[in-house]
């Protein structure tokens, strides 16, 4: 088990930049596949990027791609979300979660953060 925590949320106008950090803590935090997802009001919660063990694994939503990227600092037990040209429909609470396996399913991931809030006016 791993314990995370999110922070770096907040109010930004569109076009602006923010930087995401998950601080792990627990044992084996690089053994963990390290994801971001986010949940919009009224909508499912999203998968929006992922990063593997190995750092071979490193997919990302559509609808973020190009826009933003994740990393991770294992010495650090750090995962981070830099979100570049952020739209409104951006809006949502991003959680950072870890899993066993290396995938995109929300359900496999059985770690969670508590959520950090970002909101992009335009």
């Known amino acids: 088990q791993v314990q995370l925590v999110e922070s770096g949320g907040g109010l930004v106008q569109a076009g602006g930049s923010l930087r995401l950090s998950c601080a792990a803590s627990?044992?084996?935090?690089?053994?963990?596949?390290m994801g971001w997802f986010r949940q919009a009001p009224g909508k499912e919660r999203e998968f929006v990027a992922a990063?593997?063990?190995?750092?071979?694994?490193?997919p990302y939503a559509g609808s973020v791609k190009g826009r933003f990227t994740i990393s991770r600092d294992n010495a650090e037990n750090t995962v981070y979300l830099q979100m570049n040209s952020l739209r409104p429909e951006d809006t949502a609470v991003y959680y950072c979660?870890?899993?066993?396996?290396?995938?995109?399913?929300?359900?496999?991931?059985?770690?969670w953060g508590q959520g950090t809030q970002v909101t992009v006016s335009s």
């Open positions: 979660a870890a899993s066993r396996l290396i995938t995109i399913a929300t359900s496999a991931y059985d770690n």
């Open positions: 990063f593997g063990r190995s750092g071979a694994f490193t």
């Open positions: 627990g044992r084996s935090f690089s053994s963990y596949t």
